[in-house]
Nanobody, 124 residues
């Protein structure tokens, strides 16, 4: 059973940067596609970014494209999300998730394992 743990959240000001990390225990992330999602109060969980294992191909939501960068280090069993030029609308709980089949989609239902989330708050 893979367990995912996010870290790096916090309170920042608009325009600042933040780096989230996701570590895994109980298994390797090597062949999984890894996704980042977020959920703001009163809203549905939404896709942020994903990175595939096979070619480290990445996909981003339009709202974060050009500002966020997802990366992975298979030797360390970690995935990161570098967030630059943060906006107040980026405020949410951020979750990392693992897709065992490596699809790397933007669909919440395609991800089998989830972390507990880390809060990101951006003040304007």
């Amino acid at each position: 059973q893979v367990q995912l743990v996010e870290s790096g959240g916090g309170l920042v000001q608009a325009g600042d940067s933040l780096r989230l990390s996701c570590g895994a225990s109980g298994g390797t992330l090597r062949q999984f596609a890894m996704g980042w999602f977020r959920q703001a109060p009163g809203k549905a969980r939404e896709f942020v970014a994903t990175i595939r294992w096979s070619n480290s191909g990445t996909v981003y939501s339009d709202s974060v494209k050009g500002r966020f960068t997802v990366s992975r280090d298979n030797t360390k069993n970690t995935v990161s999300l570098q967030m630059n030029s943060l906006k107040s609308e980026d405020t949410a709980v951020y979750y990392c998730a693992a897709d065992l089949w490596g699809r790397g989609s933007d669909d919440v239902s395609d991800y089998e394992y989830w972390g507990q989330g880390t809060q990101v708050t951006v003040s304007s």
